[in-house]
């Protein structure tokens, strides 16, 4: 287990800083477009509009980092499946 921590730590520590910022800018409009949509239909929103950054940049871009070599869809769909236990968490 802890070797398995340490390689993820190292792929993120030797993660270039423009794509952490690049995945940050994204994910970081697309949780406030997502929050507007939420509350637009009615369906959920976060209260402070920081939340966005812990959930979407704290938590999905090093998920999404370490998924980087899979394709878009795995990506996405592996990012689901980490945002359902967050979400199962956050109960």
């Given at each position: 287990?802890?070797?398995?921590?340490?390689?993820?730590?190292?792929?993120?520590?030797?993660t270039p800083k423009t794509m952490i910022l690049l995945y940050s800018i994204i994910y970081f409009a697309w949780g406030l477009g997502m929050n507007r949509f939420g509350i637009e239909m009615e369906i959920a929103r976060f209260t402070y509009w920081w939340q966005v950054i812990s959930c979407y940049i704290l938590y999905m871009v090093p998920i999404?980092?370490?998924?980087?070599?899979?394709?878009?869809?795995?990506?996405?769909?592996?990012?689901?499946?980490?945002?359902?236990?967050?979400?199962?968490?956050?109960?």
């Open positions: 287990m802890r070797k398995l921590l340490t390689n993820h730590l190292s792929v993120l520590k030797t999404s980092i370490l998924l980087k070599n899979y394709s878009f869809f795995e990506q996405y769909s592996y990012g689901l499946v980490a945002m359902g236990i967050l979400e199962f968490l956050g109960y």
